[in-house]
């Protein structure tokens, strides 16, 4: 905005936005992010919207001015990619993709969640995100079975040698070397957080040490005041008690000195 038209237009620019994510999205061939009106017609129909805090306008509107919040975001994972969104959209997005490149990007700089990354390894060790083999997954190869199905599906669980080809393609694809990087940040964090909350254990415990010698000695000072106020409330007791001991003795001898004067 041109300081001539700044100067009838009292407004604040919000000087943040900026379009390192949207950029992101129309390298990706989704540069309709940028049509979005923010009606709210996604978030309105969305079914998880309905049960969780996500919103799914929000998070397209968030991409798009460059907040960097939304990508650590655990919202973004609640989106069941049911396509509702996509289908009601004014002005033709395709809202799920977009969200789905908002979660690629947000794995892509490190911000994936732990069941995720386990999701990942199993991935890879199977080349299946949920494999079909554990003994919890019985009843449905049950089920398979009863339709006239074999156990598993003609997946790598039916063709094992298939594997090195699924690792071959996320070595190829650069996801293997993403992972790695990413558990390999994930463990430096997990790392620190230790260290750092060791050391506050640390403080936390020197700080309680000060704080019981501090009580301690306040404790001594007080036991130390009431016993001088206790000494010396005795010793005026005493005190007392001999001057009115005394005071009979002296009071009987002024007595006889002044009756003895008056017989002579
Ligand atoms: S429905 Fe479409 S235009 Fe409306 S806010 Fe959602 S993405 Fe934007
Ligand atoms: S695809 Fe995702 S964002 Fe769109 S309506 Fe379904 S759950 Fe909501």
Redesign the pocket.
Known sequence: MSDNVQKYIRREQFKDINSRIADKFVKAGLEKIRS???????SGGCPSGRRTAYR??SA?RRALIGDEDVLKDIDIWFCSTCYT?YE????N?P?TDMIIKLRNIAVEEGYILDPHIVLTDLFWNTGHGVPATGDSLKQWRDLRESLGLPALPPTVHSYPEALKECQELMIATGFKAMMDRIKEKKAKEKAAAEKAAKEKGGTAEMDKIKEKIAKEKAETEKASKEKAETDKAAKEKKEAEKASKEKPVAEKAIKEKVGGKKKK
């Open positions: 979005c009106i923010s009606c709210g017609t996604c799914t306008r397209i969104c009601r959209c004014p002005r997005i809202v």
